[in-house]
């Protein structure tokens, strides 16, 4: 049996886009919430998942590593670099000259702006949850609805691409990472993501303290972020990226100096780093 | 004339109830965008605005700090906190039996999870784009749909509250900020947020030597981010929040010390910092 993947639904979203692009042999399912999709790689329902972690339209990274951090088995194993090409799309023989009404989700809409005001002036902009269920809900219009979406969008429901590319900011690439249930080895090209926390309530101030090893050992870090718990405000944990893997010597003494100020403290994943490809 | 405060819209949202919060006796103006409040605020054509930065149910922070980057004149003023009660609302009359489905904004229906499984096994949930045109949306339907969405969003629509506070976390709180045009001056309790980044690619490596100049001061810091830019990947820019008033003196030579290192630089606000009120 082909390898299962599980992605954030419906079909049609930029993250079906990843999942086929990660594993285009695989069977891929859709799940209602970024949740569901984790636990269901760490109760083996699935192989592996793919949904986004950063400058997403899709998704919001948090989902993940909230999920991610209550979980045995579920970690992340990979990462993918997603061009978002949004597409303005419409039912078969429509003009942009009839289009009244555009719909999409409202991120969606508000990177498109430019093209919007340049090209539609005046069109009512109608946000919606998905992008992919903006481009399936133009069968009940007639040709004034066009949605912003992704050409597998256009694709699954057989509607026509009115013009790719339409999105304000040309790179707009959104970073996609693998869930699964082994570790991957060193490949040399490695990257670890790590979330701690500290038992202090003016955690924050010992940001500073909880960095220095990794400054100490020469560890690049490519993302620092914190983030409120949700259980209380002035309560925060940390996510970090780093450059290594978390069996590189280096990595490994930077990461038992860290956990001598953390309170919780978990690695996420070690896994090969993503480049962009060029076209 | 009374005060006019712009806020994200539709009218009903939590960012509305925040909006009536901060300037009770004001003129409360919807915008489509968050980009569209900020630069409300920018062009004089309101007095001030209120929008959600933290843990939001209604927005995200990076719009308005995005927003702000580019503004000449406004800048953050002040800043609220706001315990996000999420009500279940349904047409006066309707019993928790009845309801087969329920529709909110996607994060919502994340944050009810538990209410939901334990109260409503079964029910089919619908993501809508807002929490606020999730409730105005049952006037459509009958007595098998509910929402879940602001205390203020039933009052208008002369919906019924079933129940309140159905959201999983109880301290589930919402940090919005105030946009303004004049800087407010010390208040002896004051935080500073401010935006940078640096000129090199590899640029959250430097993040530590960028936080020196606080940890040596001994400025507490509050809230630290690293954000793509959405222009590459790998290129990212900054937030960090932290106790103290620009025009402290240990700020000001702090401030001056950072921008050796940094490329853009920019202040967003120095304001009050918000207490969350006890019960």
Chains 1, 2 share one sequence.
Do not use: W
């Amino acid at each position: 049996m082909s390898k299962s993947v599980a992605f954030l639904g419906p079909e049609g979203t930029y993250t079906e886009e990843a999942a086929i692009l990660h594993a285009p042999g695989a069977r891929h399912v859709a799940y209602p919430s970024l949740p569901d999709v984790v636990a269901a790689v760490d109760s083996a329902e699935v192989d592996e998942a793919v949904g986004p972690i950063e400058n997403s339209i899709a998704g919001s990274v948090n989902d993940i590593v909230d999920a991610l951090i209550g979980k045995q088995k579920a970690r992340i194993t990979g990462e993918l670099l997603l061009p978002i090409d949004v597409c303005l799309i419409a039912l078969p023989g429509t003009s942009l000259s009839q289009i009244k009404r555009v719909r999409s989700k409202a991120e969606a809409l508000g990177q498109c702006r430019r093209f919007l005001t340049e090209h539609l002036p005046g069109v009512v902009l109608e946000p919606y949850d998905s992008t992919a269920g903006a481009v399936s809900s133009l069968f009940a219009e007639d040709g004034t609805v066009a949605a912003l979406g992704p050409n597998r969008a256009a694709d699954l429901n057989h509607m026509a691409v009115l013009k790719t590319g339409v999105q304000d900011r040309t790179n707009n690439v959104t970073r996609f990472v693998v869930i699964g249930r082994e570790a991957p080895g060193r490949s040399g090209r490695d990257k670890t993501s790590i979330v701690f926390d500290f038992d202090r309530e003016d955690a924050p101030g010992l940001v500073y303290a909880a960095l220095k090893p990794f400054a100490d050992a020469g560890i690049n870090l490519t993302k620092i972020e914190s983030r409120p718990t949700g259980e209380k405000i002035g309560v925060y944990y940390f996510l970090l990226d780093f450059d290594g893997h978390e069996q590189d010597d280096d990595v490994r003494s930077a990461l038992a100096e860290l956990q001598r100020h953390t309170a919780m403290f978990k690695v996420l994943g070690s896994y090969p780093r993503a480049e962009l490809r060029a076209d």
